[in-house]
């Protein structure tokens, strides 16, 4: 499902500065183009200024990024969007309720006029006499008609009332659903941003360590190697462990800077900003719904489900105006194959969601699974190399042996902070799968619905 298993999406922002200035004559004009250049950098740090380090826990993070962030922007703008469609489904309620009204809004106004140039005709009649006339005469159902018609030209039909009233009540009911869902979308971006930065950093804390044990075991090498105790392969076999651990460093660091400029931008930060993130990678805790009361939950709740079921409702209306018509009617084949379609969809809709929360369920006991494995192969390996390096001690196991454990904990303790990430964004994803979900409803038009709806699923 392309919405559901979606990997999340995160907003990259590229920095680039420049300042070509030539650097050649005098020594005026390098003080010239010095000064320009740091005009420039003023003007670009004004734009969003530096402030002392920050501390942020991933609470407050969430709160920065469901309020002030360019996401909740972006969540405020579609909310006025949603509010604005609700508005405009009480006007075209309010004009089809005056157009159904017509008849009774203007009669007076016929009468009056008809009146007149009756009394024209018989100045003898009284006012109440020839009002009484004129709504006996043929013009006068004449005009009653042609404005009824007008009206129903217009849109003024009880059919239309109903369909519009049914889009206006739909539209006050999940514009905060809409908003529920982009809040949810934002929180759990925050969240896989947020543990992407604290992973980052783990990996760059744990290749830190990697580069310090390689580098130690290389001197004690070659203090052996110096005494005759061990080959020169030896020396060079740990020094290309020392160049692969300085590689991996700089990897992680690159990385490391990059999660953290993205996570600036996000914020609304300067994307050098200095940010000390006060939450580490741990297990979060939540309660887990067994999956029968999850889909249950989730089929209640769901944004797709309740767009489904409008759609099927708005063209059943639709279908009622052409019920009259043939059978084998361009109209009526057309509402009715709309119908059939709104129909599979609000079915097809409650079966995709099973699908979706019976996945995230099993993603979730996957992560679970891989999280106590990756608990059990760091501590074997952690055991590893304290034996390794006892019986290295002793001369009862080569330089390559010992090589190989250390690479052995470098990997399991990167695949332990992996698997805590991996663990915490599925417990998010299923339990946000019970609520409204993070996928918004257009407001629209139904038709709309019926659309993102199929695309979603396909």
């Known amino acids: ?59 407050e993070a969430i709160k920065i990024m469901t309020t002030t962030g360019t996401r909740a922007e972006s969540a405020e703008l579609n909310k006025k969007k949603d509010k604005a469609v609700e508005e405009g489904y009480d006007e075209q309620y309010s004009d089809i309720k005056k157009g159904l009204d017509a008849t009774t809004l203007y009669r007076p106004q016929v009468i009056a006029i008809g009146a007149a140039k009756v009394k024209k005709k018989n100045p003898g009649l009284t006012d109440q006499q020839a009002a009484a006339a004129f709504e006996q005469s043929a013009a006068f159902s004449e005009a009653m008609f042609n404005i009824t018609v007008s009206a129903q030209a217009a849109g003024a039909t009880l059919n239309n009332k109903n369909i519009v009233n049914k889009r206006r009540s739909f539209a006050k009911n999940n514009s905060k659903n809409n ?45 052996k190697y110096k005494v005759g105790l061990l080959a020169k392969k030896d020396v060079l076999e740990a ?86 018509y043939p059978r084998f009617s361009s109209k009526y084949l057309t509402a009715k194959n709309n119908l059939l379609v709104a129909e599979k969809t609000a079915k097809d809709a409650r079966s995709q969601i099973e699908i979706d929360v019976r996945m995230r369920k099993d993603t979730l006991d996957e992560k679970t699974d891989a999280l106590e494995s990756a608990k059990a192969i760091q501590a074997y390996a952690k055991e590893g190399e304290r034996l390794m390096k006892l019986t290295h001690e002793e001369g009862l196991s080569t330089v390559q042996e010992l090589l190989d454990v250390e690479v052995k904990l470098y990997q399991a303790n990167l695949n332990m902070a992996n698997a805590i990430s991996e663990y915490n964004s599925a417990l998010r994803a299923y339990v946000d799968a019970q609520g409204v979900g993070t996928m918004r409803i257009p407001l629209q038009e139904t038709r709309e619905i019926i659309s993102v709806m199929n695309i979603y699923y396909k």
Do not use: C, W
Not at 14 to 26: D, E, R
Not at 186 to 210: F, H, M, P
């Open 1 to 59: 499902m392309k919405n559901m298993n979606r990997v999340i999406t995160v907003m990259v922002v590229v920095i680039s500065l420049m300042a070509t200035q030539s650097l050649i004559f005098a020594t005026e004009q390098k003080a010239d183009v010095n000064s320009e250049e740091s005009k420039t950098n003023k003007q670009v740090e004004s734009i969003i200024p530096m402030q002392p380090k920050i501390k942020l826990s991933l609470d």
């Open 179 to 223: 908003y529920e869902a982009d809040i949810n979308q934002i929180k759990q971006d925050t969240i896989a941003i947020y543990s992407g930065v604290v992973l980052a950093e783990e990996n760059y804390r744990i290749s830190q360590d990697s580069l310090r044990v390689q580098g130690e075991n290389l001197k004690n090498i070659e203090l």
């Open 239 to 324: 020094k290309s462990s020392v160049e692969k651990a300085k590689t991996a460093l700089r990897q992680a660091e690159n990385k490391m800077k990059m999660a953290k400029m993205q996570l600036n931008f996000l914020l609304g930060y300067n994307v050098m900003q200095e940010v000390e993130l006060t939450d580490r990678l741990t297990k979060e805790q939540a309660e887990i719904a067994p999956v029968e009361t999850a889909i249950e939950n989730a089929l209640k709740n769901r944004n797709e489900i309740k767009g489904a079921d409008l759609g099927k409702d708005i063209y059943n209306l639709i279908l009622n105006e052409y019920r009259a």
